[in-house]
């Protein structure tokens, strides 16, 4: 018998009488205001927030922000032409900006399925050194619970990524490290025009 | 109300004040209070160090001891919960049943059962309270700092009535003292160690005496400051309650 | 033969370090306690979790099942794997069909326990952990002492040393920045270099055939989306019906374990990226032995959340590595003597009983009461040593007869003054740091027969 029946008849055999599956269900909370509790917890994760009024708006703000210049590389999720690239090609990405479906305000977790990430590549999030995220100021959810219903069993492409913050470690004795082996940074400008 | 008074093995040989203190408060309170004289053993030591199949004797004593009352209680929240949780008796098990129901620890009959809101009880003194992990998680006599639960504690309620009586809090409300039973010779180096790190967080709330509601625990705790000669002295929680105004 | 009583020992020699390891877990631990106190139906999602993992073990057959059919609809190969030793052909076999010889890995508790690093590299393989303090652990050649903490035994002067002898920093440096930003800049090399990605598994939706992988570095995800090819390994238990159980499992497992809201990514892998390739191996290696035992079978529930380590009393004072398996803490104590009772006997019984690891447990596996169940076992089936059993026995002789016992107390209290360590071999360890209390004049019996003890009917 080969491994997989092996181990699917021993879990046959000795596994107990079913259980039943639980409803999942939406916990209240309470009277909140969405757009604070998720700036706060964003800061708490060692990202930063900005409201912006509409794109052109957060792109001038991050311009300045993080001086950018032609010189400095970035990945935009406006830019097509990232699509048939090596993903090695973008060890020496400066900034990465791309849009996010929705936000979580108990966690500042923002849900990126795969068609968000510039050119679908996977690894420009992780790999460039800041990290911008532009989201709808309508997105924003109160817990996982939504979100997940939002999300629902829909094709989010191949792949799709919780973010909460910038990379970070506190491997070290415990001290909070900002810049794994991911973003420096997380900037994320809330943007008010449904726009996106 | 008829109340057999368990005595569990160690108090009954090493800390005789104890039972005589909850034997003395229970009659204070109008208890009709016998002790059982061939009681031993609650089995525990056995249970724990995993031979609970050769405990068919401490609980064949335990049930034809007890089996006459309408309540049992002892000072000890281990002996009691061990009691709950493992007490059989193959043949009266509707004995055991019974008595695995109506056995209680000291402070949460006195809360619970009898429901007293004062006591004729002074100790001015600084104190601290150990919360012994069997009456803590096992039997719930205090909210656990684990869960998410409204704070309250049975025996901390219970010393708010004695008089002159300051109770300070320890930095980790219920972290274990190590004691464990056969857990304090087998683990000898982490037993010890547990049991100085919670003298240092009542030493350094400059308390004069530790209690709680288990005097293994407190034998424990006392075995190290006696050798690390500190002033803190240990007392049970039914001789505080039971102190008079005279103390 | 390891012990942990003896290997615990010697980690108590230097007790400034045991201090300062048990305030650095118990300040994981606080930061645990705000989060899961600041939400008011954390008791509930803990039971909600506890019943779909318990749902998902009684129908885990079906799910596995599903899962796979997904996996393989999403254009993911699919093994499975008996044992570790199948585990670690399939991967090495994966590995080689390529050509392949460098790999990186994220952090998978799982390849510890199948001592997949030694296998490969024995194999000729370079094999990197790139969870920062995986890495730490494996240029020191030791294994980790934490599921999620894995350099938490070390102080940042170690580490210092460490890199500073494998990636030249500088002498004597021990600023976490700086060592960190030394081993972002060693490990991109790694990543850019790697043919293949090897990464664990958090959680397996077997609606979706989809993966989710959880780290707050992002290591799982640069290594993944690098290479060309990834490899999940997975027990099989991992397994959860739904993709929207996450919402649950994701809002408990990072409280849980380093009190943070959430994991800083919580990635979920469906297909694998267009030209490249992806692997899930299914493991059960003792697995399915654990679902047969009644007593322990919810064991499997376990997220390897690690709470219960850094609430655990034990754990805090005598470190991970004194547990001598891969998992340890008070989990790995209920799981270890399912894989081998004789070599861990000792575990179940590393423990006070106090119970504080079941009400961290965000899947509320009743800990305890596990290790509680194991120490019968163990003794009934003769690991516990003779010594012990005949001190038991001697015992339970003398605390079942009031005669006796009577007798034994009238000696001096010789009996009880010896009691635990009529059960241990070695002189009587009590009085090694401690007193015994002055044996009384008489016993609170004496006392009641002549204060109180008034003849039958009065
Ligand atoms: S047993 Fe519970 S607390 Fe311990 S690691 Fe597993 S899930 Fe976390």
């Not at chain 2, 053993?41 to 050769?54: F, H, I, K, R, V």
């Not at chain 2, 709330?205 to 407190?218: A, H, K, M, P």
Request: glycine content about 6%; hydrophobic content about 35%.
């Amino acid at each position: 018998m080969n491994s997989r029946d092996l181990i699917l008849n021993k879990v046959r055999q000795n596994k107990p009488d079913l259980l039943p599956l639980p409803i999942l269900e939406a916990y209240p909370q309470g009277d909140i205001d969405l757009t604070d509790k998720f700036g706060n917890f964003l800061k708490n994760v060692g990202g930063d927030i900005y409201l912006a009024k509409d794109v052109q708006e957060a792109r001038a703000h991050l311009t300045q922000k993080f001086q950018l210049s032609e010189s400095i590389k970035v990945a935009d999720y406006t830019d097509t032409n990232l699509f048939q690239q090596d993903p090695h090609s973008f060890e020496d990405v400066f900034v990465t900006i791309m849009r996010g479906q929705w936000g979580v305000a108990e966690n500042a977790a923002i849900w990126i399925p795969e068609e968000y990430l510039p050119g679908k590549q996977r690894v420009l999030p992780f790999i460039c050194q800041h990290l911008v995220i532009y989201l709808p100021a309508d997105a924003l959810l109160p817990t996982m619970y939504e979100a997940y219903q939002k999300i629902g069993t829909q094709d989010f492409g191949g792949y799709g990524v919780f973010i909460a913050g910038p990379s970070k470690t506190a491997d070290i004795e415990q001290s909070l490290v900002i810049g794994a082996h991911g973003p420096r940074s997380l900037t994320v400008y809330l943007i008010e025009k449904q726009q996106l | 109300m008829k109340v057999g008074l368990f005595v569990p093995c160690y108090i009954d040989q090493f800390y005789p004040n104890v039972g005589i203190a909850t034997l003395e408060l229970l009659e204070k309170l109008g208890c009709n209070v016998t002790f059982p004289l061939n009681q031993t053993c609650c089995g525990q030591p056995m249970a724990n160090s995993g031979y609970s199949n050769l405990t068919k004797g401490c609980d064949a004593n335990f049930v034809s001891n007890f089996s006459e009352f309408d309540y049992i209680v002892a000072p000890s929240g281990s002996c009691v919960l061990h009691i709950k949780e493992h007490l059989k008796d193959t043949d009266h098990p509707e004995k055991a049943a019974q008595i695995r129901k109506q056995i209680f620890e000291l402070c949460e009959f006195l809360t619970d059962i009898l429901k007293i809101n004062s006591l004729p009880a002074s100790f001015p003194h600084r104190v601290g309270l150990h919360a012994s992990c069997h009456g803590q998680r096992g039997l719930h006599l205090s909210s656990m700092s684990e869960r998410n639960e409204p704070s309250f504690s049975k025996p901390g309620h219970l010393l708010s009535m004695v008089k002159g009586l300051e109770l300070v809090q320890a930095e980790r409300p219920d972290e274990c003292c190590g004691f464990g039973g056969t857990f304090c010779v087998f683990e000898e180096a982490v037993s010890v160690k547990m049991g100085k790190d919670r003298i240092e967080e009542h030493a350094q709330n400059q308390v004069e005496y530790i209690t709680g509601g288990d005097t293994s625990c407190l034998m424990h705790l006392e075995g190290i400051l006696k050798r690390q000669q500190s002033p803190i002295r240990i007392i049970h929680i039914a001789e505080i309650l039971n102190s008079s105004i005279s103390n | 033969m390891i012990t942990h009583a003896k290997e615990a020992e010697k980690f108590n020699k230097d007790e400034a370090r045991v201090d300062w390891h048990d305030d650095t877990l118990w300040f994981v631990r606080q930061k645990r306690d705000r989060m899961a106190h600041n939400i008011p139906e954390w008791e509930q999602l803990r039971e909600k979790a506890s019943q779909i993992k318990n749902h998902t073990l009684s129908n885990l057959d079906q799910y596995l099942v599903q899962f796979e059919k997904q996996a393989l609809a999403n254009g993911v190969h699919v093994h499975w794997a008996a044992n570790a030793a199948e585990h670690n052909q399939i991967v090495f076999q994966i590995i080689q069909k390529h050509g392949f010889r460098k790999i990186v890995k994220s952090k998978s508790m799982l390849t510890e326990e199948c001592h997949l690093n030694e296998f490969l590299i024995g194999q000729g393989i370079e094999v990197i952990d790139t969870d920062l303090g995986e890495r730490i652990v494996q240029l020191r050649h030791e294994p980790p002492s934490h599921i999620v903490l894995p350099a938490i035994h070390l102080k940042k002067e170690d580490v210092g040393e460490t890199f500073h002898q494998h990636l030249g920093t500088e002498k004597g440096a021990k600023d976490p920045q700086y060592l960190t930003e030394a081993a972002r800049q060693h490990l991109r090399e790694k990543f850019i270099a790697a043919d293949l990605a090897l990464t664990g598994v958090n959680f397996a939706v077997a609606e979706t055939g989809g993966i989710v992988v959880c780290t707050n570095e992002g290591n799982a995800d640069m290594g993944a989306h690098l290479a060309n090819v990834h490899i999940a390994c997975m027990g099989i238990e991992k397994i959860i019906p739904r993709q929207a159980d996450l919402s649950v499992f994701l809002r408990l497992l990072a409280r849980s374990a380093t009190g943070q809201p959430i994991t800083t990514y919580s990635s979920h892998f469906l297909r694998p990226a267009s030209g490249k390739e992806m692997h899930i191996v299914l493991v059960d290696n003792g697995r399915t032995e654990q679902l047969a035992r009644t007593d322990f079978r919810n064991s499997l529930k376990c997220i390897r959340c690690a709470a219960c380590f850094n609430t655990c009393p034990v754990y805090r004072r005598s470190g991970g590595h004194s547990y001598h398996t891969a998992v340890a803490g008070p989990i790995g104590s209920i799981l270890a003597p399912n894989i081998d009772m004789r070599k861990y006997a000792d575990l179940p019984f590393a423990s006070t009983l106090c119970g504080s690891c079941s009400n961290v447990c965000p899947v509320k596996i009743d800990i305890h009461d596990q290790l509680w169940k194991w120490r019968q076992i163990l003794s009934q089936e003769g690991h516990t040593g003779t010594a012990k059993a005949t001190g038991m026995k001697l015992m339970s002789a003398v605390l079942s007869n009031p005669d006796i016992y009577r007798f034994a107390g009238s000696t001096g209290r010789w009996f009880l003054r010896h009691v635990p360590s009529l059960a241990s071999n070695s002189l009587n360890p009590w009085f090694k740091q401690r007193e015994m209390p002055e044996p009384p004049k008489e016993s609170f019996r004496d006392w009641y027969l002549k204060n109180r003890k008034k003849p039958k009917g009065e």
